[in-house]
């Protein structure tokens, strides 16, 4: 049998590594705190479409741009924060935001360019760009931003550019760190891409879930950004329905049609009744958004003042990074929680620099059960790693 | 605003530029024989899914490798023709026969290795083997296997077989031919694949579609051929959902983990409601894939009788390819029908030598309408080019 190409899924891995640690650990109920999700109620569910709702049967392959009563609602949903109109044309439906990064990615790189990947990141934006072609260069910001003041952000970012730096990736609010990015690192983020012509790939999963009286900050909405922005997008996290697999890419003007034809390549077009199901999803109401993002809040709250673990401040998103490096190995405490039925998430997947580190998803479990999961995770953590 | 990658989609680009030509036609219902499809009934449709059923939630995101029940159904629909049970772990749930082909040939597939892809063939084809980072060489074949004794079938893959040589990707039933490999060839492909250690990449997707009395020959059930090869299945022709776009790929015995953590990065994991859908097509009885199988024959025997194009003879999938050689420019041709309000695919789509060739879908209308559209075709050609 030949030999199979070199594989790299650090996400499948880990997941299914730390769940396997965790079926071995006895506990009937483990509190799954490694997985990135939430416990909220789907805000959409399969239902029989009519025929004549949406022009195009459930049955019936869709436009690979997506649903045009689909692209038309998310371009509103991006409208009004932009501060201006943005057409459904500049709008692509996608498999979630890790189509919507897969297809920008592919659009702008060509074999070898560079990608700057702020880091610590999601797991699968290095592996992204690896599968478009590109090298990922990671630029650790996240930590350094959270730490107060002194960082030299701008210089940091700009420090790593070089001739075959092609585009800039981050996610705010970050996923492990929790750390969002304000108007005014967005500000020196887009002068840095405009004085080197870099493109902007901004990862907003988490963009309803932004805990600051300000609001979550659309980078692209910032001087003439959105010219040179790809905005990626999901309702998973959004809408409480990861299974249904929908999300969006915002593009800049007139490059919504020739990044679409990548989808075929990617994994395009959506299934036609999972766009349905996003569409559905969109008319919940601002309120009941409002009341998920604050239960979020209220979940962090009660994470950050148990833990007795140093560990990140989050002002938005799903996540706190724990700070384990005077404990020792951060992959003996991941095994250490598993053995107690805790899940976390190993820091080395966030970043080639974090193995000191694990991620909790504080909204993985009802408020109660992390709590009791936070009780073990400081009893590990006293306990000190020699008692290993 | 910097330049974007080359971009290749030669396929959403033809559908496009044909359904503007037929918009401009001034005919208020075309005949569309560029797409292929059929006017079948979906097997199934959404509908509100117990929680309980597949032992995941609708809303909830399946695991990478798919919904274990359906993994297990297309194992099993497999394991009959393959002569010995197919494990479900050999089988991934897929976004539809495309991205089964994505994940095989990222698996195998490292920078700058050549893909022989026997043509003419399936538009995407030759842009997946480019978007894994391969070399697409087009072998043709189908036409001159179709064209009677005489052809040296071996020799030709054979001669265009290099030391980057990794796989071989072939369609059969062809897209656009018609052209279905039986045993014999399929054995001499085989015999080549073991001499020179390439993968095979079989794209079954119009298994259901074989018009011969044999059926269906399944490479993978020649003597030790499945453990080289990737078989590519989907679901949107056979059970008339493309808008479900759900598909599987059965790999090699102990490869489909390795290739399953390709899927994040190729559209992977495929949404839940669709794979449950999939599931509720596949318990169509058998008598009723059957008949539809004998009405695309049934319509491909009135296409043949009809047709006073040159054309190959289909025993099997959906198309004809049409030689348009004698008349002159096939472009000019899929022209002057679309001005009558009969949509064809350019066959130059189907590989760099096929400038001179059109494929009609005849399953793509109801017979009358195909038959009219065929009248339509046998008049253009009759005038001949100059009358353009």
């Known amino acids: 049998m030949p030999s199979l190409g070199e594989l790299s899924s650090p996400y499948s891995e880990f997941d299914d590594r730390v769940d396997a640690l965790l079926r071995g650990s006895g506990y009937a109920e483990p509190v799954r705190l490694h997985r990135g999700r939430t416990v909220f109620e789907p805000c959409a569910r399969p239902r029989g479409w009519e025929e004549a709702e949406f022009g195009v049967g459930a049955h019936e392959e869709a436009p690979v741009a997506g649903v045009p009563a689909l692209r038309a609602a998310f371009a509103e949903r991006v409208s009004g924060r932009r501060g201006g109109a943005v057409p459904p044309e500049q709008v692509l439906v996608t498999g979630g935001a890790t189509h919507a990064l897969s297809l920008a990615l592919r659009a702008v790189l060509q074999a070898g360019d560079e990608v700057l990947v702020l880091s610590p990141q999601w797991p699968h934006a290095t592996g992204l760009v690896r599968a478009a072609g590109g090298v990922a260069r990671e630029v650790p910001v996240f930590l350094e931003l959270g730490g107060g003041f002194g960082f030299d952000f701008a210089g940091a970012v700009e420090a790593a550019v070089t001739s075959r730096t092609r585009a800039v990736y981050f996610n705010s609010p970050n ?156 992959e003996r405490f991941v095994r250490r929680c598993a053995e107690l039925g805790v899940g976390l998430a190993p820091g080395r997947n966030f970043g080639a620099r974090y193995g000191g580190w694990a991620r909790l998803c504080f909204t993985a479990a009802p408020p109660r059960r992390v709590a009791e999961a936070i009780e073990r995770i400081n009893k590990i953590y006293g306990e000190g790693a020699d008692e290993d």
Do not use: K
């Open 175 to 330: 996923n492990p760190t929790g750390y969002r990015m304000d108007r005014r690192r967005l500000a020196a983020l887009v002068e840095l891409a405009e004085r080197h012509d870099l493109w902007l790939i901004a990862d907003n999963t988490y963009d309803e879930y932004d805990f600051t009286r300000e609001g979550f900050a659309d980078i692209a909405a910032v001087g003439a950004a959105a010219e040179r922005t790809f905005s990626a997008h999901g309702c998973g996290t959004t809408y409480a329905m990861p299974g249904n697999r929908v999300g969006y890419l915002v593009c800049p003007p007139g490059l919504a049609a020739p990044v679409a034809a990548w989808a075929p390549y990617t994994g395009g077009p959506v299934p036609t009744a999972a766009q349905f199901a996003a569409y559905e999803a969109l008319r919940t109401p601002r309120e009941e958004l409002n009341r998920r993002r604050d239960r979020a809040a209220a979940a962090w709250w009660l994470a950050d003042s148990t833990l007795e673990v140093p560990h990140t401040d989050a002002s938005g998103g799903l996540y706190t990074f724990l700070d384990l490096r005077a404990w020792g190995d951060g």
